[in-house]
């Protein structure tokens, strides 16, 4: 049989890697691994790593490889990646990270599929990282108070939940996490293209919809050229 599919979304805070997983997850029925999502339930959980996350995660910067790839390790232990494949947010960010990924997909039987790179201009990330808000209550309350204002404001449209601004969404920290961006995550997008496996997006200001089909066209592709 042949494995499920393994990807990857790359692309600087703010270009939509959460927005778009979610139409490919749909699609494809395997489960969204955001390492961001998963500090942070960390720190509301009050657990250990969410304690060391918080400290990095305050400042826009990166949450060391060793407490990172503890996270990502555990998470693909699940029986669901495995059976079902895997769509990474926000993984790998750093080429240590990049590096670990092989082992760490071919220890479930997976092989890293592509690499979708989303493009997006320094303005429009700004736009979007100030302007977003999300649901304290349900992960799928994700609003933007310019292109996607919720109905209510305040109020999550899914559930009647509070809205809330990451406190990583200042803009004194975006400016620093844009800049860890591309120092150290921009060095993988040569990374994966020298291997092949990257395709450029670009993120405009268009419907979510057809960069989605667009993206999903990509992995059929991808899946079909396997062999
Ligand atoms: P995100 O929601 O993906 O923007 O992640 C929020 C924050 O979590 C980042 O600014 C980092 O502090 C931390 N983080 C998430 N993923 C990683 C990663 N792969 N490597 C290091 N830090 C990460």
Redesign the pocket.
Known sequence: MTPPLAMVFLGP?GAG??TYCKEITAHYGCPQV???????LAVKEGTAIGAK?KV??D???????E??LEV?RGRLGHADCREHGIIL??????LA?ADALPELLGSIGLSLDLVVNLQVGHDILIRRLTGRRMCRSCSRGNFNIYSLPPKREGICDYCGGELYQ?D?DRLDVIEN?LA?YHKQTSPLVDYYRGRGLLRDMEVGSGDIQVLAGAILAEIASSLKSRG
């Open positions: 805070p890697k959460g955001s390492t961001g999502d998963m500090f942070r996350a990095y995660m400042q826009g910067a990166l949450v060391p490889d407490v990172v990502v947010d926000g993984f790998p960010r750093t990270q990451r990583d996490r860890v």
